[in-house]
C-alpha cells in the first residue's frame, strides 16, 4: 500500500514537472500561459495600488486579487521546488530567486507597509517569456547580445571604474568651486551633479550658477562627450566581432585558400619565358615547371 | 454608343494613371509638385491655426483654405482609387491609409473639434517626396537605411523588451525609495521618470530628492550608459555588414587582380580542347574531366 | 616711368601675396601669427562687450579696439583682393565670405545696433589655424572627418528629413493630447519639444504634465533611443570604410593573391594517387599533372 | 663605522624600495593593502566634511583623522622618493604628482580654508588599484582603451575645435537673437547654453524663450545629432583596430587551414634536395634557384 502511494507520488512529481516545466504538453503550454496572465496581472495589481485615485475606489478588490495571486505564486514555488529532481539548482538560480522574492514581499508587508511595492520586481518573471512562448530567434538574439555584453564586461567594469573615479575627482572641484547654499551643498550632491552631467542625462535640478562654475561645467561636458562614445564603441565592436565569428562563410574570407598570404609581389612576376608557367615565384631565377633559367 | 463611352472612359482611366502615378508624362510632373506644394500648404495651415494669434486674425481664410485642400485631397483620393486597376492594393497600402487619414479628420471635426489637428499627419505624405522628385540616389539611401533598421528589427525589439522590464522594476524600486509626495507620485510616474533618464533625455520635471534616491539614481544613469550603446552597436554593425556585402564590386574588389573572383586564374585558363571543360585548373597539363593532355 | 610704376606695383603685389597667402618667408609666418592674435582678440572684445558688468567699466576701450580691428582687417581684405591673381574665388570662397562678414556688421552696427554681435563670425577664421599653424597633421585629420561627413552626408539628409516629418508628426500628436494652457500651447511648440526629447537634450521647459501624455513621451523617447543609434552607425561605417581603404596593405587582405576565392571545398581534395598533386580540381575525374583516372 | 650605517642604509633603502615599490613580498602587499584603505578613507573623510548635518556631529573625529591620514601620505611620500633610486623620474611621474597633490592641500588649509576639499584629488591614486591589486586582465583592458584613445587622441582634439569654434559662433548667433533679460545675458552663457544643448545634455536652465530662438535651437539640436555620432565614430573604428591588429592569431586563424599564415603549402613542400631552397611553390618540379630537378 505504501509502496503503491509512493509509486503514485512519483508519478505526480513527474507530471507536475511535465507541467510546470515542460512546453510539450498542452497542459504544460496552458500552465505557462496561465502564469503569464497571472504575472501581467500582479504587475499592473501592483501599479494600480500605487495611483491614488484608483487605489482609492477599488482598494478592497487590489488587496484580495494580490493576496490571491500571491496564495497561487507560492503554490507555483513549492511545487517547482517539489517537482524537480534537483531543486537546490532551481532555488539558487536566477530565477528561483526571482520566483521568491516576487511572494516574500506581500508576506513581509504585515510588518513593513511599504515592501509590497518590491513584489514589482515579479515583472522580472516576464523575462521568461521567450522561454514560455518558445520564440527561438527572440531567444537566440537574447543569447547574442548577452553574449556581446558579457565580452565587453571587463572593459564597462574598467569603463565604469575611470568614470567613478573621475566623477568623485569632478564632483569634489566643482564643491570648492561653486557656492555651498544652493545647488553644490556637500560633495556627494556635487558628484551626483557630476553623473548627471557626464550621462548627457542633465537633470537641471543641480546646476552651477557662476561663471566659472559653468566654464568648468562646460569642459566637464565636452569631456563626456568623448567619454560617451567608449561604451559605444566597445559594444559596437565586440558585437561585430560575434557577429563575424557566427557567420564566417557569409561574410568574412577566413575559409580562404592556403596562397592568401604570403607572396605578396607575385601580381609582378613575369611569365616563364619558355613553357608560360604563371606567377613565377619571387625570386625565381629557374622556372619551378619546366626548369630552364629565366 | 455605350461601347464608345466605355472605351473613352478606359481612356480615361489610363490616362489619369499616367498623370497621377506616373512621372513621365509633363502633366504627371505637374500634377506631382501641385500635390507637392498643397501638402506643404497644408501642414503649414495646421500649423498656423494651432498659434493663437496668428489664428484669431485669420481664421476664416485659414479654414477656407483648408476645406479647398481637403476637398482636393478628397477628390485625389477618389481619382487614386477610380484610376488605378488595383484599387484594393493601394488603399490598404502604406501610403493610401495615410491617403485617407489626410482627409478623414477633417470631416471627422465637424463631431470632434480636436480631430482636426491629427489632419498633420498628412505631412507624412511628404515622405512620397523622394519618389515625387525622383531623387534616385536618395530613395536608394533611405531604402538602405530601411534594411538597415528591418535587419536589426528583433534585436531592437529584444532589446526594447528588456529596457521596458527593466523601467518597470527600477521604476517601482525608485517609488519605495522616494517621498510620495513631491516627484514620485506613483509607479506609472516613477516609469516615466526611468524611462527619462535611461534615455538620457532628462527633463528634470520628476528628481530624486532623498540622498539614497539620488544615489540610485547615479546608479541608473551609469546602467542606462552602458545600455545606450547596445542599439547603437546593433545598428553600426547591422550597417556594415549590409554596406559590405551590397558594393563588394565597388570597394573590395579595387585592388584586386583580375583573377581573384570565380575560378583562379580563369582568365589566362583555356577550355579543355577536347571536353571544353571550362576553367582548367592553374597549371594543368591533363583535363580533370577527360584525361586527355592538353 | 609710368612702366617703372608698374612694375614696381607688379612686385609689390607679388610680394603681398607671399605676405599674406604664403607662409614661406619670415614676414608671411609674422603676418599669420599677426593676424592670429586679432582674431582671438576681436572674438575677446565682443565676448566681453557682452557682459554688462565689463561692458560698463571699459566700454569706450573696447569699442575703440574693436574699430581698430575692424580697419586692419578691412585693410588686409582688400589687400588680399589686390594681391591675389584670382580675386574673385577668393571672394566666393568659403574663408572670402567669411572675412567679409567679419568686417560688415561692424560697419552695419552704425545703422543696427545689435548686427555688431554678429561679428563673432570672425571667430570661424580660427579654423584657418591649421593652415596658419601649418599642422599637417591636423588638417589631415580635419579633411579626414570632413570626407567622412562628406561621404554620409546623402544618409544623413535623408535621415534628418525623416527626423523632421517624424517630429512634425508627433508634435501635432503631443498638441493633441496636452492641453494648450501650459506646455504644449502651439504645433510649433510641441515639434520644438518632440526635438528637444528625440534627441535627448530634454531642457525639461516644455514637460508632457497628463498622464497619457507622459505615455506618449516615453514611447517617442524609446523611438528616440533607436533614432540616435542611426547617425552614429552610419558615420562610423563610413569612416571605418574610409580608414580601410586609406591602409589596405596595413589590415586588411584585398591584395589577396589570386587563389583567394573559387575552390571553396579544395581543403576536402584528395592528393592525386599517383603523383600526390594537391589539390585536386572540385570534381576532377583526372588528375590534371599526370593525367591518370582518379 | 661610517661604512657600516651606509650599507645598512642602503640595505634598508632596498628593502623600503621592495616593499613600497613592489608586490612579490607579503609586507610589500600588505603595504599596499594598508594604502589603499587609507585612500578610502581618506576620500570618505572628505565627503564626510562636506556633508553638513555629519560634519556637525563628529567634526573633531574627521579633521584628526585627516591629519592622522596625511601624515601618513607624508610619510609615504617622502619614502618613496628616498627609497627609489630614480627619484626624479617618480616626482614628476603622474603618480608622483598626484601623490604630492594628495598632501598639499591639507597643509595649505591652514592658509586658504577651502583648499582643502582639493585633496579629494587623492582619489586619483585609486587608480593605482589595478597595478596593486595585480588584476592583470583590467590592467590589459586598461591599457586597451588607453591605446585606442591614444590613437584617436589628434582626431578628437580636431573635433573638439571644431565643436569648440562652432559652440562661440552658434552662442553669439542665440545671443543676438534671445532678449538678454532672462537667459541670454551674455555670449559666455550662451555659449555655455550651446555646449549644454550641442552635448544633449539639455540642463534647462538657459532656454530659449522666443519662437525663432527656438527654431534655432531646433536647428542646432539636429545638429547636434549629427555631431555626437562622430567621436562614437572616431572611438569604434580606432577600436575595432586595435583590435583587429591585437589578435589575429586568436581569432582570426581560427578556420584556417594550417598553410594560410606564411608561405602557401609549406607544410608539405619539401626543401630543394639540391640547394636547400625553401619553400618551394606549390607544384614546383624543378627548384626555381638552381633549377635542379626535384
Given at each position: 500500500?505504501?509502496?503503491?502511494?509512493?509509486?503514485?507520488?512519483?508519478?505526480?512529481?513527474?507530471?507536475?514537472?511535465?507541467?510546470?516545466?515542460?512546453?510539450?504538453?498542452?497542459?504544460?503550454?496552458?500552465?505557462?500561459?496561465?502564469?503569464?496572465?497571472?504575472?501581467?496581472?500582479?504587475?499592473?495589481?501592483?501599479?494600480?495600488?500605487?495611483?491614488?485615485?484608483?487605489?482609492?475606489?477599488?482598494?478592497?478588490?487590489?488587496?484580495?486579487?494580490?493576496?490571491?495571486?500571491?496564495?497561487?505564486?507560492?503554490?507555483?514555488?513549492?511545487?517547482?521546488?517539489?517537482?524537480?529532481?534537483?531543486?537546490?539548482?532551481?532555488?539558487?538560480?536566477?530565477?528561483?530567486?526571482?520566483?521568491?522574492?516576487?511572494?516574500?514581499?506581500?508576506?513581509?508587508?504585515?510588518?513593513?507597509?511599504?515592501?509590497?511595492?518590491?513584489?514589482?520586481?515579479?515583472?522580472?518573471?516576464?523575462?521568461?517569456?521567450?522561454?514560455?512562448?518558445?520564440?527561438?530567434?527572440?531567444?537566440?538574439?537574447?543569447?547574442?547580445?548577452?553574449?556581446?555584453?558579457?565580452?565587453?564586461?571587463?572593459?564597462i567594469?574598467v569603463f565604469i571604474y575611470f568614470v567613478l573615479v573621475l566623477c568623485v575627482t569632478l564632483g569634489a572641484l566643482m564643491y570648492m568651486i561653486e557656492p555651498h547654499d544652493k545647488a553644490f551643498t556637500s560633495i556627494p550632491r556635487s558628484i551626483y551633479w557630476c553623473i548627471v552631467t557626464l550621462t548627457t542625462v542633465g537633470y537641471g535640478d543641480v546646476v552651477p550658477t557662476t561663471a566659472f562654475g559653468q566654464f568648468m561645467a562646460s569642459i566637464i561636458m565636452i569631456l563626456g562627450y568623448g567619454i560617451i562614445a567608449v561604451p559605444t564603441g566597445?559594444?559596437?565592436?565586440?558585437?561585430?566581432?560575434?557577429?563575424?565569428?557566427?557567420?564566417?562563410?557569409?561574410?568574412?574570407?577566413?575559409?580562404?585558400?592556403?596562397?592568401?598570404?604570403?607572396?605578396?609581389?607575385?601580381?609582378?612576376?613575369?611569365?616563364?619565358?619558355?613553357?608560360?608557367?604563371?606567377?613565377?615565384?619571387?625570386?625565381?631565377?629557374?622556372?619551378?615547371?619546366?626548369?630552364?633559367?629565366?
Open positions: 500500500m505504501k509502496k503503491l502511494l509512493a509509486s503514485k507520488y512519483k508519478l505526480l512529481k513527474v507530471r507536475g514537472y511535465a507541467i510546470i516545466y515542460g512546453r510539450d504538453t498542452v497542459a504544460g503550454k496552458l500552465f505557462d500561459l496561465i502564469l503569464l496572465g497571472f504575472i501581467l496581472l500582479s504587475a499592473f495589481l501592483t501599479i494600480f495600488e500605487s495611483i491614488q485615485i484608483i487605489d482609492e475606489h477599488i482598494h478592497t478588490l487590489l488587496v484580495v486579487l494580490e493576496w490571491i495571486i500571491t496564495v497561487f505564486f507560492s503554490i507555483e514555488y513549492a511545487l517547482r521546488i517539489i517537482c524537480t529532481p534537483k531543486w537546490r539548482r532551481y532555488v539558487f538560480s536566477f530565477y528561483g530567486v526571482i520566483d521568491l522574492i516576487s511572494i516574500l514581499p506581500i508576506y513581509l508587508s504585515f510588518f513593513v507597509q511599504k515592501s509590497k511595492f518590491l513584489s514589482i520586481i515579479r515583472i522580472l518573471r516576464l523575462l521568461r517569456i521567450f522561454r514560455i512562448l518558445d520564440l527561438v530567434q527572440f531567444t537566440q538574439q537574447a543569447n547574442q547580445l548577452k553574449r556581446a555584453l558579457k565580452n565587453s564586461q571587463t572593459k567594469l566597445l559594444v559596437t565592436s565586440e558585437y561585430s566581432r560575434a557577429y563575424r565569428k557566427k557567420e564566417p562563410h557569409k561574410s568574412d574570407t577566413s575559409h580562404k585558400m592556403p596562397q592568401d598570404i604570403g607572396y605578396p609581389h607575385s601580381h609582378t612576376h613575369g611569365h616563364c619565358k619558355y613553357c608560360n608557367t604563371y606567377p613565377l615565384p619571387d625570386d625565381a631565377l629557374y622556372c619551378p615547371k619546366c626548369g630552364k633559367r629565366q
